[in-house]
């Protein structure tokens, strides 16, 4: 104590002690002075944002949770139960409406299916996001099965009843989408990474052209090429399902972006790693799988999550070509005459469902940053 | 020093480990490497020095064909060096390499960087080759460390771990990259004295380095290249007092 409080005091040289820092330099006051009061200008503001923040916070959080009504057979009934009409959220809508945003137009009788399915999902997450999960051998040999299993619960056949695809909605659409996307878009955009700096000539040009084209043309017209043209393009009488087209536009073109976010990584790990590699006695797939991609994913972990935050919200798209959406159901969900006028509640719960999922990646991949890095 | 001159008794002997005969190579334009003979026998230990841009880097990096020789015949152990992928695999794993930047693998742990060539390229089951791996690592001195990753190891630990992680594949020939020029002067010594260890123990070596008081206690014999040739070879005594051609005359001149 007296040491710390006396730092000019006397020492031998070799024997002084680490003190402890300044008061000033630690703790939340020297936060404060740091980061917002540092300058004049960093004082007005902080008074300013200070301000605007209890000016806007109150009236939403209002707005959102206190007078908002919950439930409520109509628009006009809702209302009726507020201080003043119109003055908040009338989530009694979203509530009504909850099973439709969730499963679409999936027949009631099998919706337990789609639960089903939900719940194997999470399960597919666990061993994938968390690496120290028991036996994730066994769970990672499930995840490789998962969505073929899925599949066959939401579409049917081999004992269940078939539903028809057009009949799969909202969320769950969503999810389909986008869980397949980034699931086959990461092994082919790794594979087209590895084909485009690859030594043999013919692959490489073919997944250069296959990734130049597939970036130099926006989704929504690869997805009109999916609903309306595949069709030429197959042998006659064959029909292809029209989800499973989007499925795999949505898929290559994603795999095309990841692809170019992969080569990023490849290229900026050392040639000394390759070298030491082959030193060794490697083979071209051992060093590849063991010492270049591993580093290659992790400088790549940002720019990848980026992309599948991407495709994630790109599936809103498929409301273009006639697929509904959790936008197509809200869309949908508005035209009924008893409940219009409530676009701000329908969209407000769309943005919320997306942020949650896009920030829940986001986080992730940020905390995968860190558990990866090993100090280089 | 017994075993040293053991070690050189056995170098006269001829049973050439390394044969390069009128090898030729070119960066594109550049003519690097012009006419190069060498013989390496088993047993023998040779430090290659010159000037930066000498080619003697890509001399020793064609041994394990990281540079492919454009003319000319390259043999090691009798197997010659051609764009066979498999005999170039097995001279690979033959045929241990040190770097001048370590490249050690930065995304594992000591321990996996050593057992990593002997579990994918020798088969060899992990246990086995994690005691093997403890073995060499209390070689060079750094048992302790195995569990840590590359970069919470100082250079000359960082060094050491990548003899070891080469003498874990038990190669018959090590290949020395400037093993010292990227360390602090006070790790330079750690990682010599396991370097003259190894000698001692009888390994065929090739070093490329400028470490002339190395080169005097272990080499039987000292090249000096410049402008991609062989200009001059002789035991290290005779080579540093008494070089005969101008150009090594000038370069000793230079760092002594």
Known sequence: MNEAANPQKEYTPGTHPDLPAPFATRGPVAWMRDNLFSSPLNIILTVVVAWLLYSIIPPIVNWVFIESVWTADSRVECWAQMKEAEGAACWAFINSRLNLFIYGFYPEAERWRVNVSFILLVMFLIPILWDKAPYRKYWLMYCVAFPFIAAWLLVGGFGLTKVPTDEIGGITLTLIIGVTGIFFSLPIGVALALGRISNMPAVSMLCVVFIEFIRGVPLIALLFVASTMLNYFLPPGTSFDLLMRVLIMVMLFSAAYIAEVVRGGLQAVPRGQHEAADAMGLTYWQSSRLIVLPQALKISIPGIVNTFIGLFKDTTLVLIIGMLDPLGIGRAALSDASWSGLAREVYLFIAIFFFLCCFGMSRYSLYLEKKLHTGH | MSSTEQSSQAAKSSDPVIVIKNMHKWYGEFHVLKNVNLEVQRGERIVICGPSGSGKSTLIRCINRLEVHQQGHISVDGTELTGDLKNIEKIRSEVGMVFQHFNLFPHLTVMENLTLGPIWVRKTPKAEAEETAMEYLKRVKIPEQAEKFPGQLSGGQQQRVAIARSLCMNPGIMLFDEPTSALDPE????????????????????????????????????????FGEIIEENEPHEFFNNPQNDRTKLFLSQIL
């Open chain 2, 187 to 226: 790790m330079i010594k750690e990682v010599l004295d396991v370097m003259i260890e190894l000698a001692e123990s009888g390994m065929t070596m090739l070093c490329v380095t400028h470490e002339m008081g190395f080169a005097t206690a272990v080499a039987h014999r000292v090249i000096f290249m410049d």
